[in-house]
Protein backbone atom coordinates (compact mmCIF):
# COMPACT_ATOMS: atom_id res chain seq x y z
CA UNK A 1 0.00 0.00 0.00
CA UNK A 2 2.88 2.55 1.01
CA UNK A 3 4.67 1.33 -2.34
CA UNK A 4 1.65 2.48 -4.38
CA UNK A 5 1.13 5.52 -2.83
CA UNK A 6 5.22 6.54 -3.27
CA UNK A 7 4.83 5.33 -6.90
CA UNK A 8 1.89 7.54 -7.42
CA UNK A 9 3.73 10.30 -6.01
CA UNK A 10 6.64 10.07 -7.94
CA UNK A 11 4.53 9.67 -11.45
CA UNK A 12 2.34 13.25 -10.31
CA UNK A 13 5.31 15.02 -9.97
CA UNK A 14 7.25 14.03 -12.53
CA UNK A 15 3.94 14.93 -15.14
CA UNK A 16 3.86 18.15 -12.73
CA UNK A 17 7.44 18.91 -14.12
CA UNK A 18 6.85 18.40 -17.52
CA UNK A 19 3.61 20.69 -17.55
CA UNK A 20 5.14 23.28 -15.63
CA UNK A 21 8.70 23.59 -17.31
CA UNK A 22 10.40 23.67 -14.10
CA UNK A 23 14.12 23.26 -13.32
CA UNK A 24 13.17 19.19 -11.81
CA UNK A 25 11.68 18.07 -15.04
CA UNK A 26 12.94 14.37 -15.68
CA UNK A 27 13.27 12.39 -18.41
CA UNK A 28 9.92 11.42 -18.66
CA UNK A 29 9.66 15.01 -19.99
CA UNK A 30 9.04 14.56 -24.46
CA UNK A 31 11.27 17.31 -25.61
CA UNK A 32 9.42 19.60 -27.58
CA UNK A 33 10.53 21.97 -30.57
CA UNK A 34 9.88 24.75 -29.19
CA UNK A 35 11.57 27.92 -28.38
CA UNK A 36 11.37 30.89 -25.81
CA UNK A 37 13.02 34.33 -25.56
CA UNK A 38 15.28 35.89 -28.28
CA UNK A 39 19.02 34.45 -29.03
CA UNK A 40 21.61 35.94 -27.63
CA UNK A 41 24.35 38.08 -28.33
CA UNK A 42 27.42 36.73 -30.48
CA UNK A 43 30.33 35.29 -28.18
CA UNK A 44 33.66 36.88 -28.47
CA UNK A 45 35.95 36.02 -30.97
CA UNK A 46 37.67 32.53 -30.44
CA UNK A 47 41.35 32.17 -29.49
CA UNK A 48 44.30 32.47 -32.66
CA UNK A 49 44.44 29.32 -34.26
CA UNK A 50 47.90 27.13 -34.84
CA UNK A 51 50.12 28.60 -37.86
CA UNK A 52 49.31 26.80 -41.03
CA UNK A 53 51.68 24.84 -42.75
CA UNK A 54 54.40 26.33 -44.94
CA UNK A 55 53.26 26.86 -48.99
CA UNK A 56 55.67 25.86 -52.10
CA UNK A 57 57.95 28.12 -53.03
CA UNK A 58 57.09 30.08 -55.91
CA UNK A 59 57.75 28.95 -59.63
CA UNK A 60 60.05 31.83 -60.49
CA UNK A 61 60.98 30.51 -63.69
CA UNK A 62 57.39 29.83 -64.57
CA UNK A 63 56.39 33.64 -63.05
CA UNK A 64 59.32 35.39 -65.60
CA UNK A 65 58.00 33.44 -68.45
CA UNK A 66 54.35 34.66 -68.22
CA UNK A 67 55.85 38.20 -67.20
CA UNK A 68 57.07 38.16 -70.54
CA UNK A 69 54.41 36.25 -72.53
CA UNK A 70 52.60 39.54 -70.91
CA UNK A 71 54.85 41.81 -72.45
CA UNK A 72 54.52 40.51 -75.71
CA UNK A 73 50.82 40.94 -75.67
CA UNK A 74 50.88 44.29 -74.78
CA UNK A 75 53.45 44.76 -77.53
CA UNK A 76 51.40 43.09 -79.93
CA UNK A 77 48.39 44.86 -78.73
CA UNK A 78 49.86 48.49 -78.85
CA UNK A 79 50.98 47.53 -82.13
CA UNK A 80 47.93 46.56 -83.95
CA UNK A 81 46.39 50.28 -82.75
CA UNK A 82 49.33 51.48 -84.25
CA UNK A 83 48.80 49.81 -87.67
CA UNK A 84 44.80 50.66 -87.73
CA UNK A 85 45.34 53.19 -90.13
CA UNK A 86 46.75 51.06 -93.14
CA UNK A 87 44.27 49.99 -95.43
CA UNK A 88 46.25 47.46 -97.37
CA UNK A 89 48.35 44.42 -96.10
CA UNK A 90 50.15 41.66 -97.95
CA UNK A 91 52.50 39.32 -96.46
CA UNK A 92 55.33 37.65 -98.48
CA UNK A 93 57.67 34.91 -96.45
CA UNK A 94 58.52 36.68 -92.77
CA UNK A 95 57.51 40.09 -94.10
CA UNK A 96 54.15 42.15 -93.63
CA UNK A 97 53.49 45.57 -96.31
CA UNK A 98 51.38 47.72 -95.98
CA UNK A 99 49.97 50.89 -96.81
CA UNK A 100 48.08 53.82 -96.53
CA UNK A 101 47.59 54.01 -100.05
CA UNK A 102 48.67 58.28 -99.48
CA UNK A 103 51.94 59.83 -100.67
CA UNK A 104 54.54 61.75 -98.37
CA UNK A 105 58.56 62.75 -99.02
CA UNK A 106 60.89 60.16 -97.74
CA UNK A 107 61.91 61.87 -94.42
CA UNK A 108 57.78 61.74 -93.54
CA UNK A 109 57.39 58.05 -95.12
CA UNK A 110 60.26 57.28 -92.69
CA UNK A 111 58.54 58.63 -89.54
CA UNK A 112 54.99 57.01 -90.82
CA UNK A 113 56.82 53.01 -90.31
CA UNK A 114 58.79 53.99 -87.56
CA UNK A 115 55.57 55.53 -85.67
CA UNK A 116 54.16 51.87 -86.12
CA UNK A 117 56.98 49.79 -85.20
CA UNK A 118 57.51 49.90 -88.71
CA UNK A 119 60.62 50.16 -91.55
CA UNK A 120 60.19 51.75 -95.36
CA UNK A 121 59.59 48.53 -97.25
CA UNK A 122 63.11 47.43 -98.75
CA UNK A 123 62.87 44.51 -100.91
CA UNK A 124 66.01 42.10 -100.28
CA UNK A 125 64.86 39.36 -102.78
CA UNK A 126 63.60 39.09 -106.31
CA UNK A 127 59.54 37.29 -104.58
CA UNK A 128 60.00 40.54 -101.73
CA UNK A 129 60.23 43.00 -105.05
CA UNK A 130 56.98 41.19 -106.69
CA UNK A 131 55.43 41.22 -103.80
CA UNK A 132 56.05 44.74 -103.43
CA UNK A 133 55.27 45.26 -106.90
CA UNK A 134 51.71 43.84 -106.40
CA UNK A 135 50.84 47.28 -104.46
CA UNK A 136 52.93 49.28 -106.25
CA UNK A 137 50.29 48.39 -108.83
CA UNK A 138 47.80 49.86 -106.64
CA UNK A 139 49.59 52.58 -105.19
CA UNK A 140 51.83 54.25 -107.82
CA UNK A 141 55.06 54.63 -107.18
CA UNK A 142 56.66 54.42 -103.89
CA UNK A 143 59.55 54.93 -101.60
CA UNK A 144 61.66 52.36 -100.90
CA UNK A 145 64.55 52.01 -98.15
CA UNK A 146 67.76 52.17 -100.64
CA UNK A 147 69.77 55.23 -100.58
CA UNK A 148 72.96 56.84 -101.26
CA UNK A 149 72.19 59.76 -98.80
CA UNK A 150 75.81 59.34 -97.29
CA UNK A 151 78.36 58.96 -100.13
CA UNK A 152 77.52 59.29 -103.64
CA UNK A 153 76.87 55.75 -105.46
CA UNK A 154 76.85 53.70 -102.77
CA UNK A 155 73.72 52.26 -102.60
CA UNK A 156 72.33 51.33 -98.50
CA UNK A 157 69.31 49.98 -96.99
CA UNK A 158 68.26 52.67 -94.73
CA UNK A 159 67.03 49.96 -92.27
CA UNK A 160 69.78 48.98 -91.39
CA UNK A 161 72.82 50.49 -93.40
CA UNK A 162 74.05 48.23 -94.64
CA UNK A 163 74.92 47.43 -98.99
CA UNK A 164 72.14 46.56 -100.85
CA UNK A 165 72.86 43.18 -102.62
CA UNK A 166 69.30 42.68 -104.32
CA UNK A 167 68.76 45.86 -106.62
CA UNK A 168 66.46 45.91 -109.43
CA UNK A 169 67.44 49.25 -111.26
CA UNK A 170 65.51 50.58 -114.12
CA UNK A 171 67.55 50.76 -117.42
CA UNK A 172 69.92 53.73 -117.47
CA UNK A 173 68.94 54.11 -113.55
CA UNK A 174 70.25 55.50 -110.89
CA UNK A 175 71.42 58.08 -112.82
CA UNK A 176 71.52 60.58 -109.99
CA UNK A 177 69.42 63.40 -112.50
CA UNK A 178 71.13 67.01 -111.55
CA UNK A 179 73.89 65.26 -108.49
CA UNK A 180 70.43 65.33 -106.37
CA UNK A 181 68.72 62.15 -106.64
CA UNK A 182 69.91 59.89 -103.34
CA UNK A 183 66.23 58.39 -102.53
CA UNK A 184 64.90 55.52 -104.40
CA UNK A 185 61.56 54.45 -105.29
CA UNK A 186 59.76 51.42 -107.59
CA UNK A 187 58.08 52.34 -110.24
CA UNK A 188 54.39 51.10 -111.52
CA UNK A 189 56.57 48.09 -113.79
CA UNK A 190 58.47 46.86 -110.61
CA UNK A 191 61.84 48.49 -111.58
CA UNK A 192 63.84 51.01 -109.33
CA UNK A 193 64.38 54.39 -109.83
CA UNK A 194 66.75 57.07 -107.85
CA UNK A 195 64.95 60.27 -107.30
CA UNK A 196 64.52 63.38 -105.11
CA UNK A 197 63.76 62.59 -101.34
CA UNK A 198 61.97 65.64 -101.73
CA UNK A 199 59.35 64.39 -103.95
CA UNK A 200 56.08 62.42 -102.66
CA UNK A 201 55.45 59.46 -103.28
CA UNK A 202 53.45 56.33 -101.80
CA UNK A 203 54.40 54.76 -98.38
CA UNK A 204 54.57 51.29 -98.20
CA UNK A 205 55.71 50.05 -94.47
CA UNK A 206 57.18 46.98 -93.66
CA UNK A 207 56.63 44.50 -90.53
CA UNK A 208 58.70 41.86 -89.48
CA UNK A 209 56.39 38.74 -88.32
CA UNK A 210 58.21 37.39 -85.34
CA1 LIG B 1 72.59 59.83 -105.72
CA1 LIG C 1 66.82 58.73 -111.49
Not at 136 to 141: D, F, R
Amino acid sequence: MHSLILISTILIVAIWSCLTEEPTKTNLCIEKPERYGKEGREGPPGPKGDKGETGRPADMHRITELEEEIQTLKLSVSNLGKRMPFTYWSRYGQKMFATKNDTLIFKEGIKLCKEANGEIAMPVSAGENDALWQFVKLTGGAYLGVNDMKIEGQYEDFNTGNPVMFTNWRSGEPNDHQSEEDCSEMKSDGTWNDLWCKWSRAIICQFKLI
